[in-house]
């Protein structure tokens, strides 16, 4: 399966970090295309062209929670968001979860490994959308 991502971080070793360890779980064909925080995040998300999003918490000019909900206002089908953070109190998890809309939780940080029992299931029910031909319009759990 073809996954084309949306890899947001202030850290350009951090994105490269999260793109090296998503091609080596073998879960997809990642593709990539990068910001370095949440405004130009907003400014090169295109719902058509983007398959999933893998975004930080905190980030200059526009954090990961703020752009996840602006995501969410602008999207026609859900596109799946992984939020890769340092931050993992429960508060933090919640606020992520239930308030912005994210899908998946990573905290940093984390190996190939611990990456790919997060977002396996999130790809599974990607597979099966896909498969079935129809949108992932909203997971049925969300993975914490």
Do not use: Y
Not at 74 to 98: F, N, W, Y
Not at 111 to 138: C, H, Q
């Amino acid at each position: 399966m073809e996954i084309r991502a949306l890899v947001v971080d202030g850290s350009k070793t951090m994105r490269n970090l999260v793109m090296r360890s998503l091609r080596e779980t073998k879960l997809a064909q990642f593709s990539f295309f990068e910001a370095g925080d949440g405004v130009e995040g907003l400014a090169g998300f295109d719902p058509d062209k983007t398959d999933m999003i893998f975004v930080a918490w905190n980030m200059p000019n526009m954090n990961g929670i703020d752009f996840v909900k602006r995501i969410r206002t602008r999207q026609k089908r859900h596109v799946p968001v992984v939020m890769v953070t340092t931050e993992s109190t429960i508060g933090k998890v919640e606020e992520a979860l239930d308030e912005a809309g994210v899908d998946c939780f990573v905290v940093k940080p984390f190996t190939p490994a611990g990456l790919l029992s997060k977002i396996e299931p999130l790809i599974d029910s990607m597979a099966s959308a896909r498969k079935s031909g129809g949108f992932l319009n909203k997971l049925t759990s969300r993975i914490p």
